[in-house]
């Protein structure tokens, strides 16, 4: 082989071969010494749930809508967040290392730069969780998003309730953790942020509260350790380790980011945008922007997931990770070892690379990693292909910012979405190619409007980079979900609960139902059996006695009338009660004892032994659905016995936005100037380069 390739070589030299085909030739050489991607070397992945919060978007659909519009995410600091922090602005004790001495106080309004900023960070329902209010105020705020977007994605998959309770279920989620708890830092010192604040627990707790016993662990690989978390679950499930997985990341920003003129942003001026703007293989490119959010999976085998008739959002064929080991710089990025992951995890996938519709690419913005990240996937695809432009590739870096440990799941996020709606969503400030990025030579194009995503041979399918300023790279591969056949209805009435801690919530939760449903209409059976399976069965209960034949939406606006006290609809029950011990002898509305409970449960199964396995009547289900409203826990899945049914994705629980924070640490200043040490008194300049302290010794001061 070597010998052809040295011929090759000596007729170009002799311009005997034209360059173009000299290097044709060569790469059909080596295409005859690479493994090509042919079978899959593991069982797909499925992906049964998903949730998280985003730069202007509160939920998965919402951070789509926001994409597909191009809308630019990049703001101020929130001034309702801004308020949590102005103490240590104020404070000189605190401002002496965060900021430069030279900046006048009166502009320290400017302190914070443009971000992808969440609208808030401090609310948390802690009574949905269990979880006492002293413990919840020194959670730190990555732990407190975290578990209530882990339980989102777990009612998204169908899985909500005690479901999941003493399961095999794993638990990896990704947060870059160069700074310890800021959160700790700004607030009152008190015993529970030893918990509240240890990195590890973030995700230990989530297997705490709901008892899973499969891995658990926090991921850092810095940039990618949110899609290496979600590799590193898949291949838990596919070794056996777990059954089940729930994997994601989280960026937060307590205090915000500080602007290019205050000493925490000097070391990373090299990779700040120097105008706010993230301009992703664009010739104008300068640096990213950091952004924050927070979003987690529920990951299954795809045999499983079909065999339970999961909900499944997309399939992941395949993933690889690796690292640039001795690259040309500790920090650099290399080429090579990016195209060599993602090869890998084509092979594993299995799939011809011809067959990719789009790449969500790592595209940071940045003048060092756009060129090499685009030179690591050419040379991916030419070891396979010589076609140009077919594959379009874009970044939501230039919407909402740079997400750190949760830019990978964000990616996941933007591919699966796409793929659902059938659009590819655009790369905004993009015009003018950059030119150190061969477009016209290269399998890529920049997707950079709006456009429609039309199958052609096969499902659509596309992959995603994550690079981490660690060196750890990793690429997946996704597909769309197969097709499933709708099921037969077997019976001629169903139950459809609905369940909250108080008739708040409930009213919320129907309505989030009703304008899900008229965007997305269900199949009755399986929406009633999500509900009934699927979801919490909490003391303020609605149950609705439904039929196909009777108009969904006008019973749902019925039950919202029944909600508010207005009046009384025939199959429509509401009702909640409050647990009390049996010896409590005066009994007010709604007390229910441990032992009318057990009264109500016993009825409540005598009813469903009795039902026929065929065609329900309504009046047959009425007394059901009464003892459920009035507390009795109802077996439905004994109702659906012999009748398989799928589960859905639904709007979940709505959380109470309550605010938990802790009070601001304050310290006492002795003196206009004081001490930052013993040994050293002030500040007195600095730079980008060096900071000068300065201290006064006299032999009158002890």
Not at 147 to 170: F, I, P, R
Not at 267 to 275: G, Q
């Amino acid at each position: 082989m070597s010998a052809i390739k040295k011929y090759i070589l000596e007729q170009v030299a002799k311009r005997a071969l034209a360059q173009d085909d000299a290097k044709r030739l060569l790469n059909e050489l080596a295409d005859g010494t690479r493994p090509a991607a042919g079978a899959a070397t593991a069982e797909p992945i499925a992906i049964v749930g998903m949730a998280g919060r985003f730069p202007r978007a509160a939920d998965a659909e919402a951070f789509w809508q926001v994409l597909r519009n191009g809308v630019n995410c990049i703001r101020d600091f929130p001034r309702a967040r801004k308020q949590d922090f102005d103490h240590i602005l104020r404070n000189p004790s605190y401002t002496e290392f965060l900021i430069d001495t030279t900046i006048p106080p009166e502009h320290l309004e400017q302190a914070h730069a443009p971000a992808g900023y969440l609208d808030e960070i401090d609310k948390f329902d802690a009574a949905f969780f269990g979880i006492p209010p002293a413990e919840a105020t020194f959670m730190d705020p990555h732990q407190r998003a975290v578990l209530e977007v882990t339980w989102e994605a777990m009612e998204d998959a169908g899985y909500g309730g005690q479901s999941l309770n003493g399961s095999n279920t794993g638990v990896f989620i990704g947060k870059e953790g160069t700074n310890y708890s800021l959160y700790r830092y700004c607030t009152v010192s008190h015993p529970m942020q030893l918990t509240g604040s240890w990195e590890s627990v973030m995700a230990s707790r989530i297997s705490y509260l709901f008892d899973f016993h499969g891995p658990c662990m926090l991921v850092d690989t810095a940039c990618s350790a949110g899609l290496v978390s979600i590799h590193m679950a898949a291949q838990s499930i596919l070794s056996g380790e777990c059954e089940q997985a729930l994997a994601g990341g989280i960026n937060l920003s307590v205090t915000g980011e500080f602007g290019r003129g205050f000493q925490g942003s000097m070391a990373m001026d090299a990779v700040e945008s120097r105008d706010g703007v993230i301009r992703t293989f664009d010739a104008r490119a300068n640096g990213t922007v950091w952004g924050e959010g927070v979003a987690v999976v529920m990951l299954k085998r795809l045999s499983r997931a079909l065999a339970d008739r999961d909900p499944i959002h997309a399939v992941i064929l395949g993933s690889a990770i690796n690292n640039d080991g001795a690259s040309s710089g500790l920090t650099a990025p290399d080429a090579k070892t990016q195209e060599e992951v993602i090869v890998r995890a084509w092979q594993k996938a299995g799939i011809d690379p011809t067959s990719l519709n789009y790449i969500e690419a790592h595209g940071t913005g940045t003048v060092l990693g756009d060129p090499i990240e685009f030179k690591g996937l050419t040379g991916a695809f030419r070891r396979f292909t010589q076609q140009r432009q077919f594959c379009a590739i874009g970044s939501l870096k230039t919407n909402m910012g740079h997400l750190v440990a949760a830019s990978g799941v964000a990616s996941l996020f933007k591919v699966v979405k796409s793929i659902q709606h059938r659009e590819m969503a655009p790369t905004i400030n993009f015009g003018q190619p950059n030119p150190y990025i061969n477009f016209l030579d290269s399998p890529l194009y920049v997707c950079d409007t709006l456009q429609p995503w039309v199958a052609t041979d096969g499902p659509r399918r596309a992959a995603l980079s994550s690079f981490g300023f660690s060196h750890t790279n990793c690429h997946m591969v996704i597909e769309e979900a197969p097709a499933v056949q709708p099921l037969p209805q077997l019976r001629g009435s169903y139950c459809l609960t609905l369940a909250a801690h108080d008739r708040a919530a409930l009213t919320t939760q129907l309505e989030r139902l009703r304008a899900h449903l008229m965007q997305q209409p269900q199949a009755l059976a399986d929406l009633c059996y999500t509900l009934n399976t699927g979801r919490g069965h909490y003391p303020h209960r609605l149950a609705l006695v439904v039929s196909p034949e009777l108009d969904l939406q006008r019973q749902l606006a019925r039950a919202g009338a029944v909600l508010k006290g207005e009046t009384q609809v025939a199959g429509i029950y509401y009702g909640s009660h409050t647990m009390v011990s049996d010896k409590k002898r005066q009994l007010e509305p709604g007390d229910l004892s441990d032992s009318a409970k057990k009264g109500l449960n016993e009825q409540a199964a005598a009813l469903l032994a009795a039902l026929p396995s065929g065609a329900v009547q309504p009046a047959v289900l009425a007394p059901l659905a009464q003892l459920y409203v009035a507390g009795a826990d109802i077996d439905w899945r004994r109702y659906y016995s012999g009748e398989p049914r799928y589960r859905l994705s639904l709007p979940t629980y709505p959380l109470s936005r309550n605010r938990v924070w802790a009070d601001p640490k304050l310290t006492r200043v002795t003196s206009a100037a004081p001490r930052l040490h013993p040994l050293v008194q002030q500040r007195v300049a600095s730079g980008p380069q060096e900071i000068l302290f300065e201290s006064r010794f006299s032999v009158a001061e002890q």
